[in-house]
């Protein structure tokens, strides 16, 4: 069965869905670069590989402390391990950089991919405890962000973070470690579904596969250790053929893994598995028997006959039909990256230069410990299924919001509109003249909120609410001119402080009222 391909209105609000969904937040000008584009051409865009960013650099060095070895503004991706105290700052620099590569981000589905790997391979920063190899895992989780998932189902495997946070670097012949053979099937590959009928020998068998492999914290790199390795034959159940994987010695104990990832793969489960999960992430969290029939199932035959590659996947999900549906749009509730970044991204905040690296670092680093405040601290997830929204039934994505999360997040949204972040002189706030000023008419009170809802919210609102924002504007009079004439008047004299504040203080109102609504929280 072939997936349904779009074929309806492609129009501004299904280009802020599609981008919505697979960028950080969309600012404007991005909606606006596609419009009269066709839905085949903005997809291959977002898929289209861009450059690697520099690595994450010293910003971390105070009178308190000085990373031996590791000047200020040099990367320390490849330096000795160090001391402990390095190493913690270190992971607060990687923590900060990633945040950074998402604001930064060009109009391309690399970040949200790197983000949907780093929950499907779940790590945790605080149990790996090496900043290096948690850089190293990132870098090969951007890079491969939508290559071939087989391919990088054997990178993970071989990945020295993966290989510390999963105790595969202590598995042995003598002493089997089930860790990674468990979640390899689990998790990663075959998932839960009904099934993905293995057998607690299959985990016990691939354990045993699995052992030898080993980390050289010098060389920042794996390595296969053959005097460590089972040789014996592997039995696996009848849900794999009852296959036989042979036992191999020296070096060439190595290719078991290769017969193992065949072997797994070989499964449709596998497919099926990886589908899913990408529709939750990008989609909706319920799958229900018409979506597996209609969406799932056609998607994992097609990740099938391209050989597990992602991107014809990718592009048949995002040019579906079943993507641009109603009930498909605004059912998200934004994850607290998304959030943040988003909102960041949204309005254009100016953030420090990158030449100021420690003020530049330090508030990417405040959006990422205020998200860690409302359940997502990046690169280190609760456990090694990820964050609960992702996969948790039946609430998913709702577990975001409760009665301790909400205020926070709108407490953030708050604070970015009035007072904003101000650390070391540099302020980290919306500015909200210069974006409404952006708009084609503000001064018109009925477009300015007809544009500002259309770019912030993804779901119309009610007559109701529209009025109450205007009586904003309006500052409580009932004639279109007490907005029009104030923006008007401070745009004949943008010095004058005076009128400024006259527009300011509204506007501040306004775009606090959206984002306090619960259709902020929805993409």
Not at 52 to 72: E, F, H, K, W
Not at 239 to 245: E, L, P
Request: proline share 4%; charged share 20%.
């Amino acid at each position: 069965m072939a997936i349904d391909v779009y074929a309806g209105t492609f129009g501004s609000k299904e280009i802020t869905h599609l981008l919505k969904r697979c960028l950080f937040g969309v600012k404007r000008a991005e909606i606006n670069s596609f419009l009269g584009q066709s839905v085949s051409i903005v997809v291959d865009t977002l898929l289209q590989d861009t450059s690697l960013p520099n690595p994450p650099v010293n910003n971390y060095n105070d009178t308190s402390y000085t990373d031996p070895g590791i000047l200020r503004g040099q990367t320390w991706v490849t330096a000795p391990f160090g001391d402990g105290t390095a190493n913690s700052r270190r992971i607060t620099s990687l923590k900060s950089w990633w945040i950074l590569q998402m604001l930064n981000q060009s109009t391309s589905l690399r970040e949200k991919m790197v983000l949907f790997w780093h929950n499907h391979f779940a790590t945790e920063a605080d149990v790996i405890g090496d900043a290096r190899y948690l850089y190293k895992h990132n870098n090969l989780l951007r890079t491969s962000a939508f290559g071939n998932f087989k391919t990088l189902i054997k990178q993970i495997t071989l990945d020295p973070a993966m290989l510390r946070y999963l105790n595969g670097y202590l598995n042995t012949k003598t002493a089997p470690d089930e860790n990674y053979g468990r979640e390899l099937q689990e998790l990663f590959t075959l998932g839960k579904g009904p099934n993905s009928n293995y057998t607690e020998n299959d985990v016990k068998a691939a354990a045993k596969l699995l052992t030898g492999y080993r980390l050289d914290a010098t060389a920042i790199n794996s390595f296969f250790d053959s005097t460590k390795h089972d040789t014996t034959d592997k039995q696996f159940s009848s849900f794999y053929g009852n296959k036989i994987i042979k036992g191999r010695t020296g070096v060439d104990g190595a290719k078991e893994l290769d017969d193992l990832i065949d072997m797994i793969f070989a499964q449709q489960e596998v497919s099926l598995h990886l589908c899913r999960n990408l529709y939750r992430f990008f989609v909706y969290y319920e799958i229900d028997a018409t979506v597996e029939l209609q969406v799932i199932v056609p998607l994992a035959e097609i990740l099938r006959n391209n050989n597990y590659e992602i991107k014809p996947v990718l592009k048949a999900l995002f040019t579906s039909n079943h993507f641009f549906l109603p009930q498909t749009r605004s059912c998200h509730i934004k994850a607290p990256i998304d959030f943040m970044v988003g909102l960041c991204r949204e309005y254009e905040l100016v953030f420090p230069p990158e030449t100021d690296i420690e003020n530049y670092y330090f508030m990417g680093d405040y959006l990422r410990s205020t998200a860690a405040t409302i359940q997502q601290n990046l690169a280190d997830p609760p456990n090694v299924s990820g964050w609960e929204a992702y996969y948790q039934a039946p609430q998913f994505y709702e577990i975001w919001i409760n009665s301790d999360t909400l205020p926070k997040r709108n407490a953030f949204t708050d604070r970015m509109i009035n007072t904003g972040y101000t650390r070391n002189g540099k302020k980290l706030m919306i500015d909200a003249v210069a974006y409404t000023n952006q708009f084609t008419k503000p001064e018109d009170p009925n477009l300015l909120i007809n544009d500002a809802l259309a770019h912030l919210y993804t779901i119309d609102v009610s007559t109701e609410t529209k009025n109450f924002l205007k009586s904003i504007l309006l500052s409580n009079q009932t004639q279109d001119y007490y907005w029009t004439d104030a923006w008007n008047s401070y745009k004949m004299d943008p010095g004058n402080t005076g009128r400024l504040t006259i527009v300011s203080t509204r506007l501040k109102q306004f775009y606090k009222y959206i984002m306090n609504l619960e259709e902020y929280q929805l993409s």
